[in-house]
């Protein structure tokens, strides 16, 4: 299986369970935001919109989009 079939499957099943890839992606985020200096959030943030995008779920509706902290 090559890689375009691996993303075509992911997105098929992201398609499938939306709710939980999104929340699987938030707690992501998170603990990532977590365990690095302030600084990087925004780029954590950048990152989590283009893996929503990616998995068809459209990008900036996690939390946290303006890297508050």
């Known amino acids: 299986m090559g ?3 691996a993303l075509n499957k ?3 099943l992201a398609g499938e369970n939306s709710d939980k890839v999104d929340q699987g992606i938030d707690a992501a985020t998170e603990q990532i935001k977590e365990r690095t200096p ?3 959030d925004e780029h954590v943030d950048s990152g ?3 893996a929503r995008e990616q998995f068809g779920l459209g990008g900036g509706e ?3 989009e303006e890297g508050g902290n």
Request: hydrophobic share 35%.
């Open 62 to 64: 996690g939390e946290g």
């Open 10 to 12: 992911a997105k098929d």
């Open 48 to 50: 989590a919109d283009a």
């Open 38 to 40: 302030d600084s990087v």
């Open 3 to 5: 890689f375009d079939d």
